[in-house]
């Protein structure tokens, strides 16, 4: 997954300043490669941000030949679709997870993910500096959801989660789980793409 590390910075060096973090460049062609074709007006509004950013992006995405332009609005090229593609096979993202508890939570599973975790401190650190305001961090091992640092299983925290996880996907041995938590789903989600693309692809 190293062509992402350098996508994020290629499109910054086109922008001329650091204007797209990962997480929400993600998002864009995440949301590209599920229509046919996408305006920036409709990106703007699903994305939260200002149409001339989005341009700007665009433009970038372009000039990369990440993206092409049509009269109908934007779609992948071959290599966006492969980029995207990729990252997609490790990382899914399960925006509706509902653990009961007071603001939004975004579930995200990550694929063969627990050699790369390292710390989980500093992961959940990492998270909380990104936006979110709080993340649980546990690890598919032996056929069972665990809290990675103790080795003990989550039910001894809250039995309903391994089956509310289990609801939205298949584990594997290796596969993290990651909740996070914030104000609003956009800071949940962000905080947690941003992390995690940081570590799959490290700069």
């Known amino acids: ?93 399960h925006q509706d997870f509902d653990l009961g508890i007071s603001g939004e939570s975004v579930l995200f599973i990550v694929r063969k993910f627990s050699d790369k975790l390292g710390s989980v401190l500093d992961f959940r650190d990492n998270i909380i500096r990104e936006g979110g305001r709080g993340a649980i961090i546990l690890e598919y091992r032996n056929g069972k959801l665990i809290f990675p640092d103790s080795g003990l299983p989550v039910s001894v925290w809250r039995e309903d989660v391994a089956e509310k996880v289990m609801e939205k996907t298949v584990l594997n041995e290796g596969d993290v789980v990651i909740i996070v938590s914030s104000d609003s789903q956009k800071e949940a989600i962000l905080s947690g793409l941003n992390t995690i693309l940081n570590y799959l692809n490290p700069n």
């Open 1 to 93: 997954m190293g062509n992402w590390a350098e996508l994020v910075v290629n499109v910054n060096k086109q922008l001329g300043r650091k204007e797209v973090r990962g997480g929400e460049l993600f998002l864009m062609l995440r949301i590209i490669s599920e229509r046919e074709y996408v305006g920036r007006y409709y990106l703007s509004e699903k994305l939260s941000l200002g149409e001339a950013t989005i341009r700007n992006i665009l433009n970038a995405l372009k000039q990369l030949n990440v993206i092409e332009a049509y009269r109908g609005g934007h779609r992948l090229t071959p290599l966006g679709r492969s980029i995207v593609d990729e990252i997609k096979r490790n990382l899914e993202i």
